[in-house]
């Protein structure tokens, strides 16, 4: 069975750090992408980040960009998301997701092979003015 089981996250202060991780089983870690969903209070789940873990391209939306990387550790099939310089609107549940190929062009994300099954149980970052 596929499984992505999410860690990290928690408490943080704005402007410091915090990084989740999502380690994947069950499928070829190396031939898929992983993607980062956040979901803020009161607001509509939204795609923030993405690596292929094929060719380690990596994509951010514009809010994220020069803030967050996204990395993958293929010995440990786990990807991270390092977040820095957090503000109080990085606040929200994040999730992960395999998908077969994941891009971000002109403000629009390309999501192939996105699954309903393969998804992190989701960890909440909160980050306090």
């Known amino acids: 069975d596929v499984q992505l089981v999410q860690s990290g996250g928690g408490l943080a202060q704005a402007g410091r750090s915090l990084r989740v991780s999502c380690a994947g089983s069950?499928?070829?870690?190396?031939?898929?992408?992983i993607g980062w969903f956040r979901q803020a209070p009161g607001k509509e789940r939204e795609m923030v980040s993405c690596?292929?873990?094929?060719?380690?391209?990596?994509y951010y939306s514009e809010s994220l960009r020069g803030r967050f990387t996204v990395s993958s550790d293929s010995t440990a099939n786990t990807v991270h998301l390092q977040m820095n310089s957090l503000k109080p609107e990085d606040t929200g549940v994040y999730h992960c997701?395999?998908?077969?190929?994941?891009?971000?062009?002109?403000?629009?994300?390309?999501?192939?092979?996105?699954?309903?099954?393969?998804w992190g149980q989701g960890t909440q970052v909160t980050v306090a003015a």
């Open positions: 997701a395999a998908m077969i190929l994941c891009s971000y062009s002109r403000g629009e994300w390309r999501r192939v092979g996105l699954r309903s099954d393969w």
């Open positions: 069950g499928f070829s870690f190396g031939a898929y992408a």
């Open positions: 690596i292929n873990t094929r060719d380690g391209s990596t």
